[in-house]
T-cell receptor, first 114, second 113 residues
Framework: AQSVTQLDSQVPVFEEAPVELRCNYSSSVSVYLFWYVQYPNQGLQLLLKYLSGSTLVKGINGFEAEFNKSQTSFHLRKPSVHISDTAEYFCAVSGTQGAQKLVFGQGTRLTINP | EPEVTQTPSHQVTQMGQEVILRCVPISNHLYFYWYRQILGQKVEFLVSFYNNEISEKSEIFDDQFSVERPDGSNFTLKIRSTKLEDSAMYFC???????????FGPGTRLTVL
């Protein structure tokens, strides 16, 4: 079984500041890792994913994340945020075989202040 | 760009009534999923469906829930006798064979009174 912990429920930052949203996971098997974004009143949109290979993955809207196997972490970063980045961000894991259901973290609400 | 669609966007029902939530997955996808998100809580997996049968389900997915692919395009979630605690946003997702990304629909907000 897998589990995901997002350490911060809310993160307020000023526009153009850098941000890091933290995610830790646990699993007894190999996993794929994902970050999804949910804008107000919308569905879930994939930001980026780690399947294998390079531990630094780049996604849409200038976001990137680094997979750290020893620390079982997959933190999301952006060097300079915009008002439009205000949203809920979900970290998720799946197994690499079978149905590959997603197990989500609690979510982090990112609020950008002008 | 192809997308997953869901209808209705919002459904209000009385406790004990049956509801059917509808989803149209992306056309060449063969893996289908239902998730739910109770207000203020995390997104939870309900069920996955492949090759016309359930491939995995969670503890939430009890006998009150069922899924069906009635034709070549629709994928439905039925709740036979709704409870207050079924109030949530329900998301449908689909995935292509050989790929790892699940594409999500916009969700159906179910309100049980």
């Amino acid at each position: 079984a897998q589990s995901v912990t997002q350490l911060d429920s809310q993160v307020p930052v000023f526009e153009e500041a850098p941000v890091e949203l933290r995610c830790n996971y646990s699993s007894s098997v190999s996993v794929y890792l994902f970050w999804y974004v949910q804008y107000p009143n919308q569905g879930l949109q994939l930001l980026l994913k780690y399947l294998s290979g390079s531990t630094l993955v780049k996604g849409i809207n200038g976001f990137e994340a680094e997979f750290n196997k020893s620390q079982t972490s997959f933190h999301l970063r952006k060097p300079s945020v915009h008002i439009s980045d205000t949203a809920e961000y979900f970290c998720a894991v799946s197994g690499t075989q079978g149905a590959q259901k997603l197990v989500f973290g609690q979510g982090t609400r990112l609020t950008i202040n002008p | 760009e192809p997308e997953v669609t869901q209808t209705p966007s919002h459904q209000v029902t009385q406790m004990g009534q049956e509801v059917i939530l509808r989803c149209v997955p992306i056309s060449n996808h063969l893996y289908f999923y239902w998730y739910r998100q109770i207000l203020g809580q995390k997104v939870e997996f309900l069920v996955s469906f492949y090759n016309n049968e359930i491939s995995e389900k969670s503890e939430i997915f009890d006998d009150q829930f069922s899924v069906e692919r009635p034709d070549g395009s629709n994928f439905t979630l039925k709740i036979r006798s709704t409870k207050l605690e079924d109030s949530a946003m329900y998301f449908c997702a689909s995935r292509a064979t050989g790929y790892n990304e699940q594409f999500f629909g916009p969700g159906t907000r179910l309100t049980v009174l």
